[in-house]
Structures are given as C-alpha cells and as structure tokens.
C-alpha cells in the first residue's frame, strides 16, 4: 500500500498498520480513536488560527527559524511566539 501525501498517516491509521508495515496494536488505535472523536466534537476559534497553527508544527520541519518567522508575517500572520521558538527551535 502508498502510503504518501498529505493523508498518509491518516490511511494508515484507518487501515491499522504502520508506514513500515507493520501492524498497530489494537489499544493504541482505540485510544486514538477515543481522543479523536472527542477532538471533532470540540469547539473550533477559527480558521486562520489554525492554519497558522497548522504552518508552524509543519514549517519548523521544513524551514529555519528565520526564514518561518519572515513568511508567516509576509503572509499576514503574527511572527513566532518565544513559547514556539523554544518549542519547536529551542
């Protein structure tokens, strides 16, 4: 099975294996799944919030500080948080 793209994990999960193959224990899938529905229950505060949110946990992967800092504020958005930085940088 491909397992790439954006929704990978998210096909795996579904499907009970790891991106190696390898199966998931039944109990990790069920407290997923758990803690998922309660998630989709929850009460959303917007939508640029968590796209921002969203652009810092994936661009500190992919970008340095700096650069990730300057982007979000060209795009509109409020630079880095010293709690992000130590987090994500620190």
Do not use: C, T
């Not at 397992?3 to 499907?15: N, R, Y």
């Not at 990730?68 to 958005?77: C, D, K, S, T």
Request: proline share 4%; hydrophobic share 40%.
């Amino acid at each position: 099975m491909d397992f790439s793209g954006p929704d990978a994990i998210d096909q795996a999960i579904e499907a009970g294996i790891d991106l190696d193959g390898s199966p998931i224990p039944v109990e990790m899938l069920k407290l997923y799944k758990e803690v998922m529905d309660q998630e989709g229950a929850r009460k959303r505060s917007g939508v640029k919030k968590s796209m921002r949110n969203r652009i810092v946990r994936s661009g500190a992967k992919h970008f340095d500080q700096e650069s990730l800092n300057q982007r979000l504020i060209a795009a509109g958005w409020e630079g880095l948080k010293p709690k992000e930085i130590e987090f994500f940088f620190g």
